[in-house]
């Protein structure tokens, strides 16, 4: 799905994605590629694409549906998805397209057994809550867990894994380490009662953060995009050297005078204390732009920042360009990334929004996409 009735550029820099995964790759031996939710925004089948081409060989997404797509897609590496197989259906769609899904009840386990064999057992990630309380089991399944499984032929358990709650915060350094903790009780009893398996936990911060839970396999995601998890933090120098692959921008419709005293937009939210000069600029709420960035977000015109000033609308939205010269009719706004010494950094865009990096991606790559 694309939102196909407006005039942004969304610019996806594919060799930003690579230079990413390869730095996270010096980090660590082994990181998947989390590419679910369409890469992030930025874009399934390229994205990853660009990943096998740096060294992935197993790649995360979402659902089942889009685990199908990438393979279709040409991706002949090992395919995770995240959210598991929900019906028989999916579970046969597993085992004919080699996808691994997370399973995290026993009834999941049952239908992904019924649907494979003996001979050729589906390999399954077990996923195990440790402090996320979202999806999983817990420790105390373990036993039940042990028992259940001589009774399923049909699955192998080829991964176990769990997932941080504030691995990019450095202060609630303590959860983190309990988590941790009761991973590995967990992975240890599993071993201890003959499983073989790969064990993982660390998302991007806890790869950058904390490379003692690196283990077998490594789930970044967002760093991979080039925004820091630890961005504002104490450690945020562990995220240095990412490159943010997302640029996105939009014409400049008009450039008019705003006089001292006059308003601008819905609301009349803004009034002009000096004489101004404004760029109307053609992205809006309906370009998943949020309204909540009136009077607070800004842009980049000819390398400076324009603050947005009154409203968004629907389809558009105006910064004031009064100290920027040669603002045209015609230039590029930039709401993220853009060239020059001073991109709109995703960290910068996400604060003025009151989100993360995460949503912002996810949402501003609903529009067209270009790759280079
Ligand atoms: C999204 C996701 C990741 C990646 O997390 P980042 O913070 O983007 O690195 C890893 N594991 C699971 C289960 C996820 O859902």
New binding site residues.
């Given amino acids: 799905m694309s939102i196909s009735y407006n005039n942004i550029t969304v610019r996806i820099h594919l060799d930003r994605i690579r230079a990413n995964y390869e730095l996270l790759s010096r980090k660590a031996s082994a990181p998947i590629g989390?590419i679910?939710s369409d890469a992030?925004g930025h874009g399934l089948v390229p994205v990853a694409k660009t990943l096998a081409a740096a060294g992935a060989c197993t790649l995360?997404v979402?659902t089942v549906g889009e685990a199908l797509k990438l393979r279709k897609g040409g991706f002949d590496g090992r395919i995770i998805a995240?959210l598991g197989a929900l019906s028989s259906e999916e579970a046969c769609s597993c085992r004919i397209g080699h996808i691994v899904p997370?399973v995290f009840s026993l009834q999941h386990l049952r239908m992904l057994s019924d649907a494979g064999s003996a001979d050729a057992p589906l390999p399954v990630a077990l996923k195990f809550d440790t402090g996320m309380a979202r999806l999983g089991f817990c420790e105390e399944d373990i036993p039940g867990l042990l028992q259940a499984l001589p009774g399923l032929p049909g699955i192998r358990v080829a991964i176990v894994?769990s997932?941080f709650a504030v691995s990019?915060e450095p202060e609630k350094e303590d959860f983190t380490r309990e988590q941790h903790e009761t991973f590995l009780r967990i992975t240890g009893a599993l071993r201890s009662a003959g499983l073989t398996f790969e064990a993982t936990i660390a998302?991007?911060?806890a790869?950058l953060a904390y490379p003692e839970t690196h283990h077998e396999l490594q789930?970044?995601?967002?760093?991979i995009y080039g925004a820091n998890?630890l961005h504002g933090t104490p450690n945020e120098h562990m995220g240095s050297g990412l490159s943010p692959a997302m640029d996105v921008g939009t014409p400049i419709l008009q450039v008019h005078a705003l006089p001292k005293g006059r308003s601008i937009s819905y609301g009349r939210t803004f009034v002009a204390p000096r004489d101004m000069r404004v760029a109307i600029t053609s992205v809006g709420y309906a370009d998943a732009f949020s309204r909540g960035l009136s009077n607070r977000g800004v842009m980049m015109v000819n390398g400076q920042r324009a603050p947005i000033v009154g409203r968004v609308c629907m389809q558009m939205t105006a910064v004031d360009v009064t100290d920027i010269p040669h603002v045209s009719s015609g230039d590029t706004a930039w709401i993220l990334g853009g060239p020059g010494e001073c991109p709109v950094t995703p960290e910068e865009l996400a604060a003025a929004w009151g989100t993360i990096t995460?949503e912002a991606f996810c949402l501003l790559g609903l529009n067209p996409k270009t790759f280079e």
């Fill in positions: 989390v679910k992030y995360a979402g995240l997370f894994a997932h990019d998302n991007s911060a790869m789930r970044p995601g967002i760093a998890p995460y």
